[in-house]
């Protein structure tokens, strides 16, 4: 089993030093959804929601979590993203919307943590938006399914 990084030698809680590692393109790719009843989720793509435009509100809301992960998670890095795009699907069979998030940048750390914030805050958005229709949704299967770059190279989740 490897070493677990944030920890120090005395068990402390520690930030990474990545000074001595080399800049690569790195790309981290995360999912998520939010189930709902089947009228919630027409009421979301008719663009009727009492709130507005949940759809675009929650990309939006996807995009900028991404760029602000290293105030939400304590040993983050601060990062200087190259792109955040998050694809937000719907899925009649959930039913419910499948939220994709992907964060890229060239540099000395990984992304997934700005990937999987994305797709968290844009699955929480989609339903602080659509609570007043539907508050039994369910925000499930977070998750990464991709990542690439750096010393370890290319991951991908298994199907």
Do not use: F
């Not at 070493?3 to 981290?28: C, F, P, Y």
């Not at 919307?97 to 992304?111: C, K, S, Y």
């Not at 949704?137 to 750096?150: A, H, Q």
Request: net charge neutral; aromatic share 2%.
């Amino acid at each position: 089993m490897s070493k677990l990084t944030h920890i120090g030698e005395s068990g402390e809680a520690r930030m990474v030093d990545v000074g001595a590692k080399e800049h690569t393109q790195r790309e981290a790719t995360a999912t998520g959804a939010v189930k709902m009843l089947p009228h919630t989720l027409e009421l979301i793509l008719s663009g009727n929601a009492k709130k507005g435009d949940v759809l675009g509100v929650a990309r939006i809301a996807g995009i900028m979590a991404a760029k602000k992960t290293s105030d939400l998670i304590p040993l983050c890095h601060p990062l200087a993203l190259t792109k955040v795009e998050v694809e937000i699907t719907p899925d009649h069979a959930l039913p419910g919307l499948v939220v994709r998030a992907t964060a890229r940048l060239t540099g000395q750390t990984g992304v997934e943590m700005e990937a999987l914030t994305a797709a968290t805050v844009a699955c929480l958005t989609i339903y602080d938006m659509a609570k007043a229709a539907d508050r039994g949704m369910e925000i499930t299967g977070v998750k990464l399914l991709e990542k690439s770059g750096g010393k370890s190279g290319h991951w991908r989740a298994a199907d």
